[in-house]
């Protein structure tokens, strides 16, 4: 990233030389300052090593009617010279010259001069990748140029420049979240100047940098809207700005780039080669960032199996890059990686594995690892994702070698070195402090978990080492839940060591920030909102700011919580075994690979893993059985094909999931079934133990019909979930069944429901009273089931019931919410509990029973699972839920609770006690229809299964025999 806003070189330069030349002690020298000025600016953007030479002679020049402000200015612009050409040396050098310079002088023009440089130290920490001192320089500039009172637009430039580096360091980290809100900070900025300046260029670099973060997200729609807001707005002020055309255009070749990036990524091709093309006609000859468009084009040549046009790109990118960086060899590590891509695709692997351990030298600044047998230490690393994406190519290039030679020392080496990528991850996961950023790395990465367990598995069938099966599980097991496993660990780190102050502080925060970006994502929705969005977003982006360094302080001052919030470990196997299993138990983990499906097994004896080879219609036939089960006019309107379906589906999944497991546990009858990826939404209760030609719904084998299931997100999370199950909660049971006759909404999904005439659950207030009455709890129904009594009471309870709608969002599912009895008076809360609100809850609850439609349902994210209100009752402590797969009906609903909690009452475990519900609904439900899996087996139990400990009827009872035996005794042991 290049900065030139401090001072424009043409313009400066012009000016430095104009005073000089009125100043000079002849005409000579005022010929020979004409002549400099003419020089300089016809070398600066093509001869770095001349246009010095004219700037020694401007700083003689300057020296020699000394005039130190000019002499500052002069070397400043040497900054700014081998700034562009890269030469960090000169650039290093003088950066301290100008600190020299600057404590020489005095008054306002010290502050300007060393606002300046700091931008520029910034700027070169940034390029040499020290990203750590580059975060100081410009947070040390934002804290001093934010508390001015009334900023120049100079020093509101200063401030969109700091905040514009600040996110491309947290893009480089990974932090996309952070990095889209400090752009968005900057463009902020930009805006005010522009009412002064209708063409700042600054405005189209914001676009640019806030279209990488998006597409770096994933978000490609909203990075090729930015990416061309930002070539409308560069092509602009290239047009106008004629000072700047040199400047303007690397950002239009930039931004040219990044398109072309974007279409590569969407399979777009010729779009992609098309704007590559167009980004040539703007370069300079021997322009430094013709290596970008070369690279690129070594890309989508390699893409497209063009093998010698992708390494002629790529060998001319690699010698530009020598030549301009020289000693910053990180920046050579991205080609070395690509060509290292292209012989893989060749399959010649031993020049693969040269270029690989050649990036590992680039990013790791170490030139003993130069053997391909070399891996690299993880201490004092800065560019962590960087490497992380080449070990993973070495990686499996060495696995590709051992395929193809069989050389078992390849295959070693493949597995050291994916351990270390895993262990890097681990260390990379630590430095973010965003969820939504830690979840991206997972799903960016997550190939790393199937490499090195496919390599752990291969190892462990040639060498019959069991330790090597362990290994797989705990990559298998470290891919699940983690950050809801983290967040579980965080609290228990948070309560058991910190003030009572702290604890409040860091709660009012979390809870300021999820009001304000819940207010944000719903003004979203809005027309003619600009400004209130624009405040919102400032909002949040100060208490973001403010959140981070209150989390630094605390990392700082209490070591014991950071260890605690951060000492994320696997349950092994035999632990699963000692701690949670019974003798007729099976704990099934899956683990769904691109390519293979990893079939991990536990029982109280036995160990074991089943790979299979994944069906190529794997995911279809789960969309399929879905589709039978929860589409209920599809499944009406085509009967014949929706029963066909899923009897194919469900007796297929059964056979792929289940059958060898089952075949070798014949003693088992209960599951717990921990699924991964699509997967998590199927309810294996449906899956059909064999064919069968029975036309009775009723008398399908369902798998439900010989064992009881339970789900968990992972076995160390349900692990801490039994060990640490909720005793806190001083009442039994609060159930919540709103009323939603008295409407006021904005929300189109909401109103949707009302046309409909679904808004009204009849049977839930029903539902919540019977259960209230049976276990003599507390019923919140209608006007009192609002969101401010939920969250001022939730606490209470050992068992939460929510008898009511939800909506679903699946582009922002932290928005998923459950929708409460509107209250037109309440200006607290608006009766829609979302997602994210629930994560800053904390619960006491056992058990919570979301009896609501698609409680369990939302948007998939590899290793967390399904991001459903269910998963963000887990988060808030909670240690087990009832939820639903898809929009229960009501009437069936209240059914299957009210059994369900009369066999709870009876002691049964959670998982059995619903079990029994459902097959007692089976049995009773006389209308084949209403026999049909849609009505029963939405609802799927998760977490720990303990029974509930109910209090007595009678106890008040057994409190008054004691009484009056003690009364006897007394009177009896008196009289003696």
């Not at 990013?363 to 053997?371: G, K, R």
């Not at 609290?491 to 409040?504: K, S, V």
């Not at 701690?579 to 074991?608: A, P, Q």
Request: glycine share 4%; proline share 2%.
């Amino acid at each position: 990233m290049q900065f030139k806003r401090s001072l424009t070189l043409s313009i400066s330069l012009l000016y430095l030389c104009f005073y000089v030349a009125l100043n000079a002690q002849s005409s000579q020298d005022s010929a020979r300052v004409e002549q400099l000025e003419t020089q300089l600016v016809k070398s600066y953007y093509t001869d770095f090593d001349q246009t010095m030479r004219y700037l020694d002679s401007v700083e003689i020049l300057a020296q020699s009617i000394t005039w130190k402000d000019k002499k500052i200015e002069a070397l400043i612009a040497k900054v700014q010279c081998s700034n562009y050409h890269y030469e960090m040396a000169s650039y290093y050098h003088n950066l301290l010259r100008v600190d020299s310079a600057i404590a020489t002088i005095e008054g306002d023009t010290k502050e300007a001069f060393w606002i300046t440089n700091q931008v520029y130290w910034g700027n070169y920490f940034y390029k040499i990748k020290n990203y750590d001192k580059a975060l100081g320089a410009f947070y040390e500039l934002i804290n001093i140029l934010g508390a001015l009172p009334d900023p120049t637009s100079k020093q509101i430039r200063r401030l969109g420049v700091s905040h514009q580096y600040i996110g491309s360091i947290y893009k480089q980290r990974g932090q996309y979240d952070e990095s889209i809100e400090n752009h968005l900070q900057s463009l902020r900025y930009s805006r005010i100047i522009e009412k002064e300046d209708r063409y700042n260029a600054a405005i189209g670099l914001n676009y640019a940098h806030i279209a990488r973060s998006y597409q770096a997200k994933g978000d490609y729609a909203t990075a090729l809207k930015y990416y061309l807001d930002a070539l409308v707005e560069q092509k602009l002020s290239f047009k106008l700005l004629e000072q700047k055309r040199s400047i303007l255009k690397n950002r239009i070749i930039s931004t040219y780039n990044g398109l072309a990036d974007l279409y590569e990524v969407k399979g777009q091709i010729d779009s992609s080669l098309f704007y590559l093309n167009e980004s040539l006609n703007y370069h300079d000859k021997d322009d430094p960032f013709l290596m970008n468009t070369y690279h690129k084009l070594g890309q989508i040549y390699r893409s497209q199996q063009k093998w010698s046009e992708a390494q002629k790109y790529l060998n001319l990118s690699l010698q530009l890059k020598e030549k301009a960086y020289k000693n910053e060899t990180s920046t050579l590590a991205i080609t070395n990686a690509e060509l290292g891509k292209v012989h893989a695709s060749r399959k010649d692997y031993d020049l693969a594995l040269e270029y690989y351990q050649e990036a590992i030298s680039n990013v790791t600044n170490d030139n003993t690892i130069a053997a391909t047998t070399d891996n690299p230490r993880l201490q004092n690393l800065y560019l962590k994702k960087e490497l992380l994406e080449i070990l993973d190519l070495k990686s499996v290039a060495l696995f590709d070698r051992y395929q193809q030679s069989k050389n078992t020392a390849d295959m070693e080496l493949a597995w050291l070195t994916s351990q270390l990528a895993i262990s890097l991850m681990d260390s990379i996961r630590i430095d973010f402090n965003s969820d939504y950023d830690k979840q991206y790395l997972f799903d960016q990465s997550y190939t790393i978990f199937e490499r090195g367990l496919e390599i752990a598995h291969d190892i462990y069938m040639t060498t019959k080492d069991e330790a090597y099966l362990e290994q797989a599980w705990q990559i298998a097991e470290k891919g699940k839940a983690t950050l809801l496993l983290e967040a579980r660990k965080n609290a228990a780190a948070r309560y058991a060591q910190l003030p009572n102050e702290l604890i409040e502080k860091e709660f009012q925060l979390r809870f300021e920030l999820s009001h304000w970006e819940s207010r944000l994502h719903k003004e979203k929705t809005k027309k003619n909102r600009k400004e209130k969005l624009s405040n919102y977003q400032q909002k949040i982006f100060d208490l973001k700011k403010e959140y981070q360094q209150f989390v630094s302080s605390l990392e700082q001052d209490y070591p014991d919580y950071f260890r605690l919030k951060y000492d994320i470990f696997s349950v092994n196997p035999s632990d699963i075994q000692r701690d949670l299993l019974d003798e007729e138990e099976t704990l099934v983990e899956y683990f769904v690979g691109d390519k293979d499906l990893y079939i991990f097994t536990i029982s109280k004896d036995d160990f074991f893993c089943l790979k299979k080879k994944k069906p190529t219609n794997f995911n279809s036939s789960i969309k399929e059985l879905r589709q039978a089960l929860s589409d209920t006019k599809w499944r009406l309107t085509n009967e014949d094909q929706a029963a066909a379906q899923y009897q194919k589906n469900a007796t297929l999944l059964f056979d792929v999931l289940l059958k060898d497991v089952l075949t070798l546990q014949k003693e088992t009858t209960k599951l717990i079934l921990i699924p991964d990826a699509i997967l998590g939404y199927v309810p294996f209760e449906v899956l059909l133990t064999n064919s069968t030609s029975t036309n009775s719904i009723a008398d399908l084998p369902y798998l439900l019909k010989k064992y009881n299931i339970s789900y968990a997100y992972s076995a160390t999370l349900l692990k801490e979930q039994m060990q640490n199950s909720n005793k806190k909660a001083t009442q039994l049971f609060g159930g919540f069944a709103p009323d939603y006759d008295k409407i006021a909404s904005e929300n189109q999904e909401v109103l949707a429901l009302v046309r409909a005439g679904e808004y009204q659950l009849e049977g839930a207030i029903n539902e919540v009273e019977s259960i209230s009455q049976l276990l003599n709890g507390r019923a919140y129904l209608s006007e009192a089931a609002n969101e401010y009594t939920f969250k001022k009471e939730a606490a209470n309870y050992k068992i939460l019931h929510l008898a009511m709608h939800s909506l679903l969002d699946d582009l922002n599912p932290m928005y998923s919410n459950l929708l409460f009895t509107p209250n037109a008076t309440d200006t607290l809360e608006d009766n829609q509990l979302n997602a994210a609100e629930l994560y800053n809850l904390s619960l006491n609850a056992e058990l919570v029973v979301l009896s609501a439609c698609n409680t369990g349902y939302g948007q998939l994210s590899r290793g967390e699972g399904i991001m459903s209100l269910s998963r963000a009752f887990s988060y808030a402590g909670v240690s087990s839920t009832i939820m639903s797969l898809w929009k229960v009906p009501d009437k069936a609903t209240s059914k299957i609770m009210l059994q369900f909690y009369e066999n709870l009452q009876a002691g049964q475990q959670k998982d059995e006690a619903l079990r029994n519900a459902k097959l007692s609904y089976l049995e009773e439900t006389a209308i084949p229809e209403m026999q049909h899996p849609y009505y029963w087996a939405g609802f799927i139990p998760a977490g720990e299964m303990a029974a509930i400990d109910f209090p007595s009827s009678f106890q008040w009872y057994y409190y008054l025999i004691g009484g009056v035996l003690l009364i006897g005794l007394f009177f009896f042991f008196r009289q003696r």
